[in-house]
Each structure stands twice: as C-alpha cells, then as structure tokens.
Nanobody, 124 residues
Framework: QVQLVESGGGLVQAGGSLRLSCAAS????????VGWFRQAPGKEREFVAVIRWSGYDTLYADSVKGRFTISRDNAKITVSLQMNSLKLEDTAVYYC?????????????????WGQGTQVTVSS
C-alpha cells in the first residue's frame, strides 16, 4: 500500500509560479512511476506529467510542455512539479498518482495509488 500526500497548492496570479510536491508516506517511490493529473470543475481528470521510477524519462501533456517540469529527488522520496507561466486554465485540483507499470503511462485508470489532491487557483 502506498499513501501519497501532496502539498504546495495555492492561489497565484497568471504568469506566476508554484511548486507542488508529492511524498509517499512511510516509504520511497523506488520502483514506482509517479504522475501528476488535474481535474477542473465539471471536467474529467486529465494527465499533466509523469516521471519514470528511474527518474530519467518524463512525459508531459502538450498543454503544459515548456512550462511545467516534473522531477524526483535522488533518494526517491518526493516528486515535484514546478509550474511556471501559469495560466487561468491551469486552475484545478492537482493529484499525484503512483503505480509500478502504468500502461499507457498517461491514463489515470492505470494508477492504483492516489493522493488527496491540492488546489491550484490561477487568478487574472
């Protein structure tokens, strides 16, 4: 069982930055691919970014490519999502998720473990 805890959400003006973190309670992420997903009101949960357990392979949604960066620390204790140049449409609840071998890697249904979510609100 993997329990995930997100932190770092908040209110930011358009063009600003936020950094989200995801920690696995009581263990490391070793062996797990970790993804970030988001869900805006009235919309389905959508893929944002994912990092392989090795830390070398990443994948981003087109909507965030070049603005968001996913990373994990060397001890594989936390996974972060650095969000720059935030837009109004980035407003959503952001969730981290983990699984040993999600396939396809950008599909939410492939992930067994989820955090409780953290709210990101971008204002004009």
């Amino acid at each position: 069982q993997v329990q995930l805890v997100e932190s770092g959400g908040g209110l930011v003006q358009a063009g600003g930055s936020l950094r989200l973190s995801c920690a696995a309670s009581g263990r490391t992420f070793r062996g797990y691919d970790v993804g970030w997903f988001r869900q805006a009101p009235g919309k389905e949960r959508e893929f944002v970014a994912v990092i392989r357990w090795s830390g070398y392979d990443t994948l981003y949604a087109d909507s965030v490519k070049g603005r968001f960066t996913i990373s994990r620390d060397n001890a594989k204790i936390t996974v972060s999502l650095q969000m720059n140049s935030l837009k109004l449409e980035d407003t959503a609840v952001y969730y981290c998720a983990a699984d040993r071998n999600p396939n396809p890697i950008n599909e939410a249904r492939e992930y067994d473990y989820w955090g409780q979510g953290t709210q990101v609100t971008v204002s004009s």
